[in-house]
Structure formats: C-alpha cells, structure tokens
C-alpha cells in the first residue's frame, strides 16, 4: 500500500513539474515577440458578449473619430440600473455644453453646470475597456438602451486617465464610440448624444 501510494505521489509530481515547465516556456517564448497593446489579435471579434480588456490603446480609426471638439446635442436616457435624479427626466444641465477631446489634450470644463466634473489634462491616457459586439451583449454588461442602437452596431467604452496618477479621472464620465460614427457620454447612469463641432 505505501509503494502505492509512494508511486502514486511521485507521478503526481512529475506531471506538476512538467506543467509548470510548459507554463514557463509558453511564456518564455510569448515573450520574445514584442507586445502591443492595440494588437488585433487579442481582440476577439464577432463574440456574442463583451470584450473586457484594461490598458488598450486607441486604434487609428477610433482615434481619428473620436479627436475633436464635442457639443452634448441631446438627453438619451439613463442606465436601468440606476438613474442620476439630479438629470431627471430630461438631463437638461448638460445639454448645449462642451468637451475638448485632443491626443494631447483632455477638458470637461465645458460641463458649467457641475464642478466635480472640471478636469483639464495634458497628455491624457485614453484606453479602450470593452468592446461590444452587438446591442445584445452591450445591454448584458451595461443595462443601458441607447436609442437606435442596432444588433449589428459595435460599441468600444472609452475611459480617460490622468498621466500622473494613470488613474481614471474619478468622476463617472467615459464615453461610448458606436462603430466610429457615433459619440455617447455616460455620466453617473445618465447618457448623452455628442456632436463634433470640430476636428
């Protein structure tokens, strides 16, 4: 019984040790190839769910996109989870109001009406956090309806952080980019639609 058991142990540790050099040398050749955080291959596409990613850079598409000067144009609604009273039910304080949103440049001074949101950032970190395939799976992790978001419509979150701190501005502001042609300011649980005013 204990030559059993003694065998027994000793398989048991081979395969634990021929593991963890598997492990080692999976990431030892991962890491001969240099990195890139907006690699399109550790983006899945076409997922029936979210992609929940930390620290993706913008791509070139997004970026030209989302660069500019943007005016809140309309009220959308709010996350079903939880409403932001203080914009119930028309979010009437921000409309009109304006953001700046540059490589080199971030500010939501424009929002007058709120001074926790007055931020102005050089240099900001913009990553992109989740990417969602379809109107479907962006309600299953965000229970938001944004009107007229199709099945078919693809919404990368967009989140901003202060370069000294790399912490995201602790304000809830973040912003949805619906397929490249569409702009969408969460604040709190309410959200916006943006119009570009200029590149």
Not at 32 to 49: F, G, L, M, R, V
Not at 164 to 171: F, L, Y
Not at 174 to 198: C, P, Y
């Amino acid at each position: 019984m204990k030559t059993i058991l003694l065998v027994c142990m000793i398989m048991l540790l081979t395969l634990t040790s021929a593991c963890g050099n598997v492990e080692m040398t999976s990431h030892s050749n991962n890491s001969s190839e240099p990195e890139s955080e907006t690699s399109e291959s550790i983006i899945p596409k076409n997922q029936s769910h979210c992609f929940n990613a930390e620290n993706i850079n913008l791509d070139s598409e997004t970026e030209k996109f989302f660069y500019g000067t943007w005016k809140v144009e309309k009220h959308l609604g709010f996350a079903n989870s939880w409403n932001d009273a203080s914009e119930y039910p028309t979010g009437q304080k921000f409309i009109g109001d304006e953001l700046i949103v540059k490589k080199d440049f971030f500010s939501s001074k424009g929002l007058k009406n709120y001074s926790k949101y007055q931020y102005e950032l050089k240099n900001p970190i913009y990553e992109i956090t989740a990417i969602c395939y379809n109107a479907t799976a962006f309600y299953r992790l965000y229970k938001i309806d944004i009107p007229d978001l199709d099945e078919n419509d693809v919404v990368k979150v967009i989140d901003i952080s202060d370069p000294s701190t790399e912490r995201r501005i602790p304000v809830s502001i973040g912003f949805f980019v619906v397929n490249n042609d569409r702009l969408i300011l969460i604040s709190e649980a309410t959200i916006f639609e943006l119009k570009k005013i200029n590149e």
